[in-house]
T-cell receptor, first 115, second 113 residues
Framework: NAGVTQTPKFQVLKTGQSMTLQCAQD?????MYWYRQDPGMGLRLIYY???????DKGEVPNGYNVSRLNKREFSLRLESAAPSQTSVYFC??????????????FGPGTRLTVL | KQEVTQIPAALSVPEGENLVLNCSFT??????LQWFRQDPGKGLTSLLL?????REQTSGRLNASLDKSSGRSTLYIAASQPGDSATYLC????????????FGRGTQLTVWP
């Protein structure tokens, strides 16, 4: 049971390049989330997927797209990277059964630098 | 919009002290509140989750309280140890978007021997 895994762990991009951050969970969770964490800031929600087949914007969605590929996987894509997207990206998941909310489980993060 | 504030931003104490970390939130209509620990270069680990109907939760040397009406939570750490050094994050779940969390900026704790 690996929990929430993220790839890659580190990435350096040039302005204008594109890339996809991968996230997978093996806990049979329904809901998944992408957050970004900037120095001195709390985590901010980029996009989330309440259940397989649905995605919605969070607080800071501009410049990103997401895909909920199946129940296990939720990817985040930067179509044209900008220096303002330099950050640490965290993926999280939660059971969210509708009757109760478990704690969110977080991946180890992807540290992205855009030059 | 839910705003979450944590005080102090940083704390440095000698080993053995009892500590109180504070968290306040602007909208009292929350579903639950969580305290997380984040080690440098690592992800977040959930420490305690308090449902909106509860007043406190305890786990070992950690005790978290919740006063929903005043929009406050405290994390109490007893007999602090150097291994407690980390950033502690408070997050509230409003419940309007299932599971969505609103985070404070964290308290960076250093416990020195």
């Amino acid at each position: 049971n690996a929990g929430v895994t993220q790839t890659p762990k580190f990435q350096v991009l040039k302005t204008g390049q594109s890339m996809t951050l991968q996230c997978a969970q093996d806990m049979n969770h329904n809901s998944m989330y992408w957050y970004r964490q900037d120095p001195g800031m709390g985590l901010r929600l980029i996009y989330y997927s309440a259940s397989e087949g649905t995605t919605d914007k969070g607080e800071v969605p501009n410049g990103y797209n997401v895909s909920r590929l199946n129940k296990r996987e939720f990817s985040l894509r930067l179509e044209s990277a900008a220096p303002s997207q330099t950050s640490v990206y965290f993926c999280a998941s939660i059971m969210a059964s509708g009757r109760t909310l478990d704690t969110q489980y977080f991946g180890p993060g992807t540290r992205l630098t855009v030059l | 919009k839910q705003e979450v504030t944590q005080i102090p931003a940083a704390l440095s104490v000698p080993e053995g002290e009892n500590l109180v970390l504070n968290c306040s939130f602007t909208d009292s209509a929350i579903y639950n509140l969580q305290w997380f620990r984040q080690d440098p270069g690592k992800g977040l680990t959930s420490l305690l989750l308090i449902q909106s109907s509860q007043r406190e939760q305890t786990s070992g040397r950690l005790n978290a309280s919740l006063d929903k009406s005043s929009g406050r939570s405290t994390l109490y750490i007893a007999a602090s140890q150097p291994g407690d050094s980390a950033t502690y994050l408070c997050a509230v779940n409003r419940g309007s978007t299932l599971g969505r969390l609103y985070f404070g900026r964290g308290t960076q704790l250093t416990v020195w021997p």
